[in-house]
Nanobody
Framework: VQLQASGGGLVQAGDSLTLSCKGS????????MGWLRQAPGKERDLVAA????????YYIDSVKGRFTISRDNAKETLYLQMNNLKPEDTAVYYC?????????????WGQGTQVTVSS
């Protein structure tokens, strides 16, 4: 599956932003999907993930209550709604497709979209 992420930008602390990830090629609906992020000088983290049928979701503790992951299999699109953004959310965000909720479980990656949150 090929993935194209979009929706990043420069926002102020407290603002909201929605990332999108459009899939094409192999069956999008069969994959667990995730959003991962990497800030400068830091390791890449799995921020959120969602099962193929939206039956289960995972969030890293630092975004719980602020971020919501969702997917529309008919549109082959993954979303990440980010509310109450904080400067520490600044990173390159990647969408990925795979089989589980570990970074090593993701086999297909989008190109990344930059999110910058100013204080």
């Amino acid at each position: 599956v090929q993935l194209q992420a979009s929706g990043g930008g420069l926002v102020q602390a407290g603002d909201s932003l929605t990332l999108s990830c459009k899939g094409s090629g192999s069956s999008f609906s069969g994959y667990t999907m995730g959003w991962l992020r990497q800030a400068p000088g830091k390791e890449r983290d799995l921020v959120a993930a969602i099962s193929w049928n939206s039956g289960s979701r995972y969030y890293i503790d630092s975004v719980k209550g602020r971020f919501t992951i969702s997917r529309d299999n008919a549109k082959e699109t993954l979303y990440l709604q980010m509310n109450n953004l904080k400067p520490e959310d600044t990173a390159v965000y990647y969408c990925a497709a795979g089989t589980g909720y570990s970074e090593n479980d993701f086999d297909f990656w989008g190109q990344g979209t930059q999110v910058t949150v100013s204080s």
